[in-house]
């Protein structure tokens, strides 16, 4: 078992920049990626960011592409996601997730991840 907690959501003006932070607990250490979703009301969860738990390999949507970042601590095991250049549209609940087993292809879909955390509301007003 995987616990996740997000936190670091808020209230920006576009242009500005977020942090989130996603603190694991638990067997941690058997995750092959964790990732960055987030779900706009009355729309499907989408996927934002992954990395490769131990190898650090990055992967993107491209609509956060050059402004959204995301990165992890082995040592604390936490997973951040550094938002830049925000815009309304980026307005969501901010989900993160772990998979605990390799994936076909990139591990962009929410099928891919077997954890997940409560989610951290990030609002930005234009």
């Known amino acids: 078992q995987v616990q996740l907690v997000e936190s670091g959501g808020g209230l920006v003006q576009a242009g500005g920049s977020l942090r989130l932070s996603c603190a694991a607990s638990g067997r941690i250490f058997s995750a092959y990626y964790m990732g960055w979703f987030r779900q706009a009301p009355g729309k499907e969860r989408e996927f934002v960011a992954a990395?490769?738990?131990?190898?650090?390999?990055?992967y993107y949507a491209d609509s956060v592409k050059g402004r959204l970042t995301t990165s992890r601590d082995l040592a604390t095991n936490t997973m951040s996601l550094q938002m830049n250049s925000l815009k309304p549209e980026d307005t969501a609940v901010y989900y993160c997730?772990?998979?605990?087993?390799?994936?076909?292809?990139?591990?962009?879909?929410?099928?891919?991840?077997?954890?997940w955390g409560q989610g951290t509301q990030v609002t930005v007003s234009s």
């Open positions: 997730a772990a998979s605990a087993r390799s994936t076909r292809g990139r591990p962009i879909r929410t099928y891919d991840y077997d954890y």
């Open positions: 990395i490769g738990w131990r190898g650090g390999s990055t």
